[in-house]
């Protein structure tokens, strides 16, 4: 943790780091079950299959599952960007592209069904490769948060950035005590 100002929020960005993980497991789980994991399934679960006796995806039903993730999604992402971007963590260009992937996979993968139902079916492969690209992220920060707020990384990062500008590293302020 570069600023010791942030260690305060160590506890809620472990825990919103848990979130995450759960989240993107809960979500992968799902993901495998209802649509599967062939371009094939996917383009099924949308256009119905007369051997599994599926019919196809309504508008409706679309958007009853995109509307409330195109809020969701979106807010998760932008809080979690904002707590690394605090801790300067990253360089801009990764920073700015684990950005640019975990948006872009999110409104690929919730427009993507419409996609497959209404425009072309093999956009299913969009799907796929979106929902992937998205967990991947969501892993990426979430490792990221740990990597920055667990206590004892964060504590040995404060001190050689510390000894870094010269100041003693006995007690840096800010710093958690080891009393």
């Known amino acids: 943790m570069r600023d010791p100002r942030l260690a305060p929020f160590r506890a809620p960005a472990l825990a919103f780091a848990a979130l995450l993980l759960v989240s993107a497991a809960s979500g992968a789980v799902l993901f495998v079950l209802k649509l599967g994991t062939t371009a094939a399934r996917v383009q099924e679960f949308y256009l119905g299959s007369e051997a599994r006796f599926a019919a196809p995806r309504t508008l409706g039903g679309i958007l009853e599952v995109a ?72 892993v990426a920060w979430a490792v990221l948060l740990v990597g920055l707020f667990l206590p004892e990384r964060a504590e040995a990062h404060v001190r050689r950035a510390a000894a870094a500008d010269g100041a003693s590293p006995q007690r840096v302020p800010g710093a958690p005590r080891r009393d």
């Open 67 to 138: 509307v409330p993730h195109l809020v969701a999604v979106p807010l998760v992402l932008f809080a979690v960007a904002h707590l690394v971007a605090f801790t300067r963590a990253l360089r801009p260009r990764a920073y700015a592209a684990l950005v640019r992937l975990s948006f872009g996979c999110a409104l690929a993968g919730a427009l993507a069904g419409l996609g497959v139902r209404f425009v072309a079916p093999w956009l299913a492969w969009v799907k796929i490769g979106a929902f992937v690209g998205l967990e991947a992220a969501l």
